[in-house]
């Protein structure tokens, strides 16, 4: 069964201190890793895919990597529009599409 | 605007009583999904399409149940069988290219209240 954990649980930031997000996963032959940015009481936002080991990407102040066993999603000088929480998932080769989330990572920052 | 409509964005049922949650996308995607989302726990999948008049059972479809006779619409019946029903209810879409490089995207969430 494919398994997502991301940590830590909650992250408070001050304005402009950088940090990272962990995201461990198992998977059977992992087809992609998915980030998402989430507000309060709305849908997930897509952020990046990651395809496979030692690929990066980056939007604005968040920067995505990927191990054979885990994502990071670095924040560079977050802002308080940066508060939300971020999301992983991955999609397994055998699994029809089908897409397993971690639980999230919810970040504050404060200015 | 493209995208995926979700309504209402708060439904509230009574015990007993089905209720439907809308899910449209005008995005031509070909594949849709009905996820459930509490607190403090990851997304977990009830539903998914990815033909129309065809869809599969997720990890938590029991008390849950859903059609696709078109391809823009993926509505989800919520069941006097489901006991414990309040929870954010997420539909998304993707293409399919055969490739497994398919992303999600989210429409804005109905939440699900028992009276």
């Known amino acids: 069964e494919d398994q997502v954990t991301q940590s830590p649980e909650a992250l408070r930031l001050q304005e402009g201190e950088s940090s990272s997000l962990n995201c461990s996963y198992t998977?059977?032959?992992?087809?992609?890793l998915f980030w998402y940015r989430q507000d309060p009481g709305k849908g997930p936002e897509f952020l990046f895919t990651?395809?496979?080991a030692g690929e990066e990407k980056e939007k604005e102040r968040l920067k995505a990597t990927l191990t054979k066993k885990e994502s990071f999603l670095h924040i560079t000088a977050p802002k308080p529009e940066d508060s939300a929480t971020y999301l992983c998932a991955v999609q397994a080769r055998s699994n029809d599409y089908k897409l397993s989330f971690g639980a999230g990572t919810t970040v504050t920052v404060r200015a | 605007d493209g995208g995926i409509t979700q309504s209402p964005k708060y439904l509230f049922r009574k015990e007993g009583q089905n209720v439907t949650l809308s899910c449209e996308q005008n995005l031509n995607h070909d594949a849709m999904y009905w996820y459930r989302q509490d607190p403090g726990q990851g997304l977990r999948l009830i539903y998914y399409s990815q033909i129309v008049n065809d869809f599969q059972k997720g990890d938590i479809a029991e008390g849950y149940s859903v059609s696709r006779e078109k391809k823009e619409s993926f509505p989800l019946t919520v069941t006097s069988a489901q006991k414990n029903p309040t929870a954010f209810y997420l539909c998304?879409?993707?293409?399919?290219?055969?490739?497994?490089?398919?992303?999600?995207?989210f429409g804005p969430g109905t939440r699900l209240l028992v009276l």
């Open positions: 998304a879409s993707s293409i399919i290219l055969g490739q497994g490089k398919e992303t999600q995207y």
């Open positions: 998977v059977s032959g992992l087809r992609g």
């Open positions: 990651l395809y496979s």
